[in-house]
């Protein structure tokens, strides 16, 4: 089993930066694909990003891409998501997950979930 705690989110003006956090425990993450998605009230929930097992290989929503940075530590068993310039459309709930042996966009890839933590953009 592996349990992922988020946190870093808060709530920031428009052009503004945050950084996610992830943690896990239970198991190394080393053999897990890394994702970020958030869910906006009232819609469905959505990918943001991805970081492949080693942090070699990236992947980005096409919304975010050169505002947000993905990344990993794996000695610390921790994911990251740097937000810079963010949006007010950027607003929900950031949920980190794990995926063994995969890196995908796809929510159902993904075995493990945090709980997730609040992003609120002010405009």
């Known amino acids: 089993q592996v349990q992922l705690v988020e946190s870093g989110g808060g709530l920031v003006q428009a052009g503004g930066s945050l950084r996610l956090s992830c943690l896990a425990s239970?198991?190394?993450?080393?053999?897990?694909?890394m994702g970020w998605f958030r869910q906006a009230p009232g819609k469905e929930r959505e990918f943001v990003a991805a970081?492949?097992?080693?942090?070699?290989?990236?992947y980005y929503v096409n919304s975010v891409k050169g505002r947000f940075t993905i990344s990993r530590d794996n000695a610390k068993n921790t994911a990251y998501l740097q937000m810079n310039n963010l949006k007010p459309e950027d607003t929900a709930v950031y949920y980190c997950?794990?995926?063994?042996?995969?890196?995908?966009?796809?929510?159902?890839?993904?075995?493990?979930w945090g709980q997730g933590t609040q992003v609120t953009v002010s405009s």
């Open positions: 997950a794990a995926a063994r042996f995969s890196t995908s966009s796809v929510s159902r890839d993904y075995q493990y």
């Open positions: 239970g198991r190394t993450l080393s053999n897990y694909g």
């Open positions: 970081v492949n097992w080693d942090g070699s290989s990236t």
